[in-house]
């Protein structure tokens, strides 16, 4: 028997309904042919090989456990069993027998023979615990052949299956005790959650697991930190909700490390404050290791800095600098140079920066010139020192020396898809302008709810004028209500007094578009709804917000009430953002357009960032948090940013936590 014929008979069963799984007595006859038939069927089977797994804590078992059953001894068992007549305790021994077989086969790592007899088992037992401990092995078994999906089906099974156990409408029998999540569920939950690129929930299955294992090891520790320092601050907040035990240490461990990190004074003053107040935890261990790690700084003297301070893009060149001398502040110790990238000789540059002793680089900031200066660093020594990149490349990749800072607007769309995928949204609409930033966040939104809840989302397109009306009531279904209403009207051949409602089954929207175009289409959202149904919350991304308009028209405040949205620290009044500096900001250039104060923005930290990026480099959970965001480095070495949520409420915009 092949492993698709295996999967096969499994998919054909797994669309049945689940009263399937509760069906009552095994017969005599059936055990007797399951048994002969799987044992001629696949004797001469191999194991299958194991599949690639994700990272995972230890799966050690109790070492009193005996190692001497087998998968083939306890069906041997089992058939010695199955006579003519049976009792009803032979009959359950045979059962148990099947289930710790499909056990052994699990094991043994045989995961066809394991899933295909977990699967025939499954009609002849009743018992929640039964049914618990074969589901088990199904959803392991198909997770270790990647097939992903169907593995989470059945853990979805699972969960339910334990929650009716406790649930007071289905309270337990008396010889049948309420259902626990055991070490092996959240085992291959984790699996199952990592391959499914939802990180922050598999990591959140690892500490139930730890919390479960007497047998956990120091590698099962490094490994929590490990996941645990990988998440944004946003991904910590969302496993939070789970309460997973332990999780109030790591989290403030981590709060710790990731904004002291680089600072050993600092971070050892804290970890001793730690320690005081988590005496016991698991994490004790790698609050030593912390304590006792010797980050190597990079000595920075002359930095030089590539933007275009001349030409058609001179003013995103000029507010990048004005923000690097905001940062800056006449720093005695480290030397400015600025380098016109519209007037640079590029194949004399690594003559300019031998002249000039450059160690560290900030910039080019235009995608064109990020690859011509990466094309030129492989070619020539001169130019292979600490660089941080303002852009991305698109034809090149990054040395070991060299990071990016992203402002890629995708990065916010796969922010704001995950935290809102967690709120049971069950049926949101994404209304996206035509242009090709606003596309770009749509699709990486839709995208990232398809993997975050196996669920598509629709995407509206819409242009500006008439045509955008028409695309928002044909989305909301206005236009089929109202031909209804007309429908209706003629027939009675009588005025009817009637509202056109939107579709209920819309519970949110997200909106991408240019500040200007959210303006004219979220009142025409609110108008469009029906007074009989529930207000539909509409998010937005970063583009949604001006801040310029925000200063400067009270009016656009009162027509975005209750717009929720993420951005920048800098462009919200939010804990993270540099007031004083804000303040000089707007009252020296009180006409700046969002978009080059997003520029300004950047420059400021990146001059910042410049002496972190090294240790951040050695010590991956060391954030920064700056003004384009809350700043991680990952395995790329491009920086990543986390966002802040806003609300236009109460005829202001106030920050807001969303996680």
């Known amino acids: 028997m092949t492993n698709s014929n295996f999967v096969s008979i499994f998919s054909a069963k797994i669309t049945s309904p689940t ?36 990272i995972k804590a230890s799966t050690k078992k109790d070492p009193q456990a005996s190692i001497e059953r087998t998968a083939d001894s306890k069906l041997a068992q089992a058939k010695s069993l199955s006579t003519n007549s049976l009792s009803l305790e032979q009959d359950k021994q045979i059962n148990r027998l099947l289930i710790e077989a499909s056990e052994l086969f699990l094991q043994e790592q045989n995961y066809p023979k394991a899933l295909w007899l977990a699967n025939q088992v499954t009609d002849l037992v009743n018992d929640k615990a039964s049914i618990y401990r074969l589901l088990l092995v199904k959803a392991a078994s198909l997770q270790a052949l990647n097939y992903t999906e169907q593995a989470y089906q059945q853990l979805t099974l699972i969960k339910t299956l334990v929650t009716q156990t406790h649930s007071s409408q289905s309270l337990p029998k008396d010889d049948e005790p309420a259902l626990h999540f055991t070490l092996p569920y959240y085992q291959t939950l984790s699996d199952v959650l990592f391959a499914k690129s939802q990180q922050a929930a598999a990591t959140s299955a690892l500490l139930f697991a730890f919390s479960l294992n007497d047998y956990a090891t120091e590698e099962d520790i490094h490994l929590l930190w490990q996941q645990l ?82 030409g058609a893009q001179a003013s995103a060149g000029l507010a990048a600098q004005q923000g690097i001398l905001a940062a800056y502040q006449n720093n005695t110790r480290v030397n400015i140079h600025f380098i016109n990238t519209n007037k640079v000789d590029w194949d004399n540059l690594a003559t300019d920066f031998n002249t000039l002793s450059i160690d560290h680089v900030i910039g080019p900031l235009l995608k064109n010139n990020v690859d011509k200066y990466l094309a030129l660093s492989v070619e020539n020594a001169s130019l292979q020192v600490p660089a941080l990149l303002l852009n991305l490349p698109q034809h090149h990749t990054l040395a070991s020396y060299q990071t990016a800072l992203s402002m890629r607007p995708e990065n916010e769309a796969h922010q704001a898809a995950t935290v809102l995928s967690q709120r049971d949204y069950q049926a949101p609409i994404v209304l996206s302008h035509q242009d090709k930033v606003s596309k770009r966040i749509a699709q990486a939104f839709s995208k990232q709810w398809q993997t975050k809840t196996g669920k598509s989302v629709d995407i509206v397109y819409f242009n500006q004028g008439k045509q955008m009306q028409a695309s928002l009531k044909e989305s909301l279904d206005v236009n089929a209500s109202q031909a209804r209403i007309n429908e209706l009207s003629s027939r009675l051949k009588q005025t009817i007094k009637a509202e056109a409602r939107n579709r209920r089954d819309i519970d949110m929207i997200y909106l991408v578009g240019s500040a200007a175009q959210t303006r004219l289409i979220k009142p025409y959202i609110d108008v469009n709804t029906s007074p009989f149904a529930k207000v539909i919350p509409v998010y937005a991304s970063s583009r949604s917000h001006s801040r310029f308009n925000d200063l400067n028209n009270e009016s656009s405040i009162a027509d975005l009430q209750d717009l929720t949205f993420t951005q ?3 462009l919200l009044n939010s804990k993270q953002q540099n007031k004083p500096l804000a303040q000089l900001s707007q009252n020296l250039w009180p006409k700046r357009t969002d978009s080059l104060s997003r520029i300004f923005a950047m420059g400021f930290d990146s001059f910042n960032l410049l002496p972190k990026i090294s240790s951040m480099q050695q010590a991956p959970y060391i954030l920064h948090f700056g003004q384009t965001g809350t700043l991680k480095l990952d395995e790329n070495n491009i920086l990543t940013r986390s966002l802040t949520w806003g609300r236009y409420q109460n005829d202001k915009v106030t920050e807001i936590v969303m996680e």
């Not at 799984?21 to 007797?32: G, P, R, Y």
């Not at 399951?34 to 089977?45: A, E, N, R, V």
């Open 19 to 54: 009263k399937n799984l509760f069906k009552t007595q095994s017969h005599v006859l059936f055990v007797a042919i399951l048994l002969t038939m799987f044992l001629l069927s696949c004797s001469s089977q191999k194991p299958s090989q194991k599949a690639p797994e994700p």
């Open 568 to 570: 920048m620290p800098w």
């Open 229 to 310: 320092s990988a998440l944004h601050p946003w991904q910590l907040q969302q496993i939070a909700k789970s309460k997973p035990p332990f999780f109030a240490g790591w989290q403030q461990l981590l709060h710790y490390s990731h904004k002291f990190g680089g600072n050993a004074s600092q971070l050892s003053r804290y970890l001793s404050l730690w320690q005081q107040q988590h005496p016991t935890h698991p994490a004790r261990l790698i609050a030593h290791d912390l304590a006792n790690k010797e980050l190597v700084v990079d000595n920075i003297e002359n930095v030089a800095v590539l933007l275009p301070l001349s």
